[in-house]
């Protein structure tokens, strides 16, 4: 009560004093007049007295006051900063999906331009017609799917955790908003012929019009056909297994896994059926693999086991790696924590062991026994995901066989340093399909997709230059005068400056940024490009640097909203454990 009477009292006080002085002031006028005559100074100590309880009353009274102020102005301004700040990411989101919505006009395809053929809408390709100046060029793209799937968070679509569309970028969505239209159909090419330079392609779709078939001529060719899935020989991976490199796999795999459940329940089940079941066998120990065997027992741990407590007993999920150990490309202290993640979370990892045939109930092995010989066993299974290796498609086989720079190449399309085919000159070659001396993943074929959209673009400038060049040495032999002999002679130097500028595009370099896996429980491991050398962490943060990191290279503004709201659906209500 006494302290906030004092600001009260302070005021009073100083009202007072004021009043006083005005008093004094008034009435000692005259005879302040007649002292200062007679030298006398009594009314200037007066006023000084006056001054200073007047500051002495200020200072205690306001000052007690506008501190508080000061701080609490200061949280007022952060918070108004904040506000705005949402407000006007939201303002610059909403405008964005405006523009995304609202295509404007394209105009038509210029005859008189070369026409680009680009086969694929995977990493490589997509990339390449992000970044490519379609004005230069009439472009036609090839592909049996029309729209570009973000692979890293596939193995998540298996469990519920994403929803595969949310992944999902329709290639009309963006090829609308090119420069200049772009053709595009949705078929499979079945053949490149290189000399006749015409792509035939065929529509696969269930339904098919009066023509299904026909022939697109190119002046240049982009393969991004990428890979299918190697089986390497082994016997029945192809009728058993169930690969994981399309939106139809991880939809097949995820009807696969409650289907394993469900049935395992089923009444008067032996308890070795129900243990086969409920085994799930996956082959391969790279990031897919991994993330997949991760995502897996999470959606063991977080969902299944409650909404079917009668599995809980008999679950179990197993990684198969015929290598040393998982994730090669990662360094030793993250294979190792890798390792003691997964067995934390009971998931059996299997190395050194070679699949050496494959039935719809087993797969016989081979491992190395504690006495060094080679053992041979059989390991049941309710699930077999294969996540392991890639092969050619038969398209890019002809095309080789057409080649004869071709004929020592095995892994796929030998290219040069522009990503030119060997053997070939309008021909290039980007992502899984491509041989360029990187390892075969999307990172590659998107810098593989970019570079080629740069030296397209280039390309394209080079020959706009030379045209004028050759008008202008014309104009410069039928000058009138000197003068302007001069003054074309002037713009042919500057065009060749320009030219020469253009010309310096250096070679495709790779630059790697480094790789990224989730292993499960909310954690995760990253090995980071940084400086000259490598950032290697593990754990729940790196976790949340994988999500940030992984939604910053979806695809659309869509595709990142769509991420985030199947993550926080999955977190607040769970994964569906429904069976399509």
């Known amino acids: ?17 004021q009043h006083a002085g005005r008093r004094t002031f008034t009435t000692a006028r005259p005879s302040i007049i007649a002292n200062r005559a007679r030298g006398a100074s009594r009314p200037v100590f007066h006023q000084i007295a006056l001054r200073q309880s007047i500051r002495r009353a200020s200072t205690e009274g306001p000052a007690a006051k506008s501190a508080p102020k000061r701080r609490f102005g200061v949280l007022r301004w952060m918070w108004r900063a ?20 609202n295509p404007n006009d394209q105009p038509d395809p210029d005859p008189s331009k070369k026409t680009l053929v680009i086969l694929g809408t995977g990493w490589g390709a997509v990339s390449l017609l992000k970044k490519l100046d379609t004005e230069n060029y009439n472009v036609v793209v090839v592909s049996p799917r029309n729209y570009f799937l973000f692979t890293p968070l596939l193995p998540s679509c298996t469990t519920g955790t994403i929803e595969h569309r949310s992944i999902m970028e329709p290639i009309r969505n963006f090829l609308r908003h090119k420069k200049a239209a772009v053709k595009f159909y949705e078929a499979e090419a079945t053949k490149i012929d290189y000399q006749k330079k015409v792509v035939y392609i065929n529509d696969e779709s269930e339904i098919k019009g009066n023509s299904s078939a026909t022939e697109v001529p190119f002046d240049m060719l982009v393969v991004g056909v990428g890979a299918e899935n190697a089986t390497f020989g082994i016997p029945g991976v192809r009728e058993n297994a169930l690969f994981l490199k399309e939106v139809g796999d991880a939809q097949a795999i995820r009807k696969r896994i409650m289907d394993c459940c469900e049935t395992a329940t089923f009444k008067d089940q032996s308890q070795d059926e129900i243990k086969r079941l409920l085994h799930m066998v996956v082959v391969g120990g790279g990031p897919t693999g991994v993330e997949f065997a991760g995502e897996l027992q999470d959606f063991f741990n977080d969902d299944l086991k409650k909404w079917i407590p009668d599995i809980k007993s008999n679950f179990h999920v197993t990684l198969v790696e015929a290598l040393p150990n998982v994730l090669p490309m990662f360094s030793k202290q993250l294979i190792e924590y890798t390792e003691k993640t997964f067995k934390e979370e009971t998931i059996t990892i299997r190395t050194k062991t070679m699949v050496k045939n494959v039935t719809d109930k087993y797969i016989e092995a081979e491992s190395v026994g504690p006495d060094g010989k080679k053992v041979l066993e059989k390991i049941p299974f309710g699930l077999l995901v294969w996540a392991t290796g890639n092969a050619l498609r038969p398209v890019v086989k002809d095309l080789m066989m057409q080649i004869p720079a071709q004929k020592d190449s095995r ?26 001396n990187y390892a075969p993943t999307a990172q590659v074929a998107a810098q593989e997709g970019a570079f080629l959209a740069r030296l397209f673009n280039q390309m394209a400038k080079t020959e706009e230059i030379d045209e004028e060049l050759k008008n202008l040495s014309a104009a410069q032999e039928s000058a009138p005068s000197k003068e302007a002999r001069d003054q074309v002679f002037t713009e042919i130097k500057e065009l060749q400056k320009r030219l020469r500028r253009v010309k310096q595009m250096g070679p495709f370099e790779y630059s790697h940024q480094g790789s990224l896996a989730y292993i499960g429980s909310e954690k995760a491991v990253a090995d980071i490009s940084w400086l000259t050398g490598n950032f290697a962490t593990g754990g729940t943060l790196t976790y949340f640097f994988w999500q940030s990191a992984y939604l910053s290279m979806c695809f659309s503004t869509r595709n990142r909203i769509l991420v985030i709201m199947d993550w926080a659906k999955a977190k607040i209500f769970g994964r569906d454990v429904s069976r399509e």
């Open 1 to 17: 009560m006494a302290s906030a009477m004092r600001p009260f009292a302070a005021h009073s006080a100083l009202a007072q004093l």
């Open 82 to 101: 904040t506000y705005l700040s949402a407000v006007g990411g939201l303002v610059y989101t909403g405008y964005g999906i405006w523009v995304m919505r």
């Open 411 to 436: 892994r796929g399309l030998a290219v040069n340093e522009y990503l030119v085919v060997k053997g070939t000159e309008s021909i290039w070659a980007v992502g899984d399909c491509a041989v360029a």
